[in-house]
């Protein structure tokens, strides 16, 4: 059955604003696009073309939501990828791979599978508990991270001194050296059931300095050729070892001394993919379900300079969303805002982005500063 037939159906396993911005491209082609989420009014509830209320833990309602869809995929990585095995088994297509999900699920095995692999990342030690962690007083100062259950700055932690070792997590993980990086960067890859690769430029990312997400972005970073060779190269390199369908985002530290080390990758769109929107030739979203549907790539060039901005909740503010200062941005040439579908803000969510636009970095970064300045999300 073609992709574009009208009874072919795309599963996804996560409903959140990934999957709506994933939706909102899919219309685009006329494609059915079924969700899975345990949250009974996810982001994209209202515009996808069947929603189902359930765990994307539970194998049975994975396995029972999969069973009659024709391409499953994900738009957060914890799921249950035992379901997801057993319906590729059965001769679902299920992209990103399903023991790529579960490779990337668990940080720790992430970390082996770059030493592994010859892929530049931070020294580390495994740890199995707190204990564990101090153990290790000589390596300070290290970050503390979590193998599993992480997710947008949790699970991680920074520890410099003997006397921080109290905080440290008591559960599986690891240890990594502490990078006095330059900059965080990010690449996201797409690779089809072809082989054929693609990666959109290197991004530069600025992470809000005591929540540990990113903040916000430009497109492109402002790094040498040489080095956005090297991050392209890491990329489509580590796309391939993994053998993976689907979009796949490089988080990485550029070093003082110009190395690149990857820290972190996710398995389907990211945050640091979002501009992609109105500041690139196909969107990450486009992109991802191309990668899917074996569909060509499309192009990843630039159409001009871009940054994102993350719309988050006010710290001290719960509750149905008021947005102060909407007017004040949309009266702005090269300023979209992009909302996420969540009625309640809570402190630090994650509510929508803003793609800003413009024909210089320093125009962008006077942009992203009144975004910052003037649009707040209260209760």
Sequence with gaps: MSVFDSNFKIGVLGGGQLGRMMIQSAIDFNF?????????????????????????????TVYSFGKDKDVITIE?????TEALKQLAKEGKKVFPQPEAIELIQNKTLQKRFYKENGIPTADFIETQSKADVAKHTDFLPFVNKLATGGYDGRGVQVIRTEEALEKAFDAPGF?????????????I?????????????????????????????FSPAIVSQSIENKAQEIA?????????????????????????????????????????????????????????????????????????????GEAGFEGPAKYEGMENVLSQEGIHVHLYGKRITKPHRKMGH?????????????????????????A
């Design 32 to 60: 059915n696009v079924h969700v899975l989420d345990p949250d009974a009014n996810a982001p994209c509830k209202e515009i996808a073309t069947s929603f189902t209320h359930g765990k994307l833990t539970d194998f049975d």
């Design 76 to 80: 957060i990585e914890n799921v249950n």
């Design 175 to 187: 240890v990594e050296k502490l990078i006095p990086f330059e900059k965080e960067i990010a690449v």
């Design 189 to 217: 890859a797409a690779r089809n059931e072809k082989g054929e690769i693609t990666c959109f430029p290197t991004v530069e990312m600025v992470f809000h300095p005591e929540l540990n997400l990113v903040e916000y972005l």
């Design 236 to 312: 489509k390199t580590l796309i391939s070892k993994l053998n993976m369908v689907g979009l796949l985002a490089i988080e990485m530290f550029l070093t003082k001394e110009g190395e690149i080390l990857v820290n972190e990758i996710a398995p389907r769109t990211h945050n640091s993919g979002h501009q992609t929107i109105e500041g690139n030739e196909t969107s990450q979203f486009e992109q991802h379900l191309r990668a899917i549907l074996n569909l060509p790539l499309g192009s990843t060039k630039i159409v001009q300079p871009a940054a994102m901005v993350n719309l988050l």
């Design 354 to 378: 803003a793609t800003v636009t413009a024909s210089s970095i320093e125009d962008l970064n006077e942009k992203v500063n009144f975004v910052k300045a003037e649009l707040k999300i209260k």
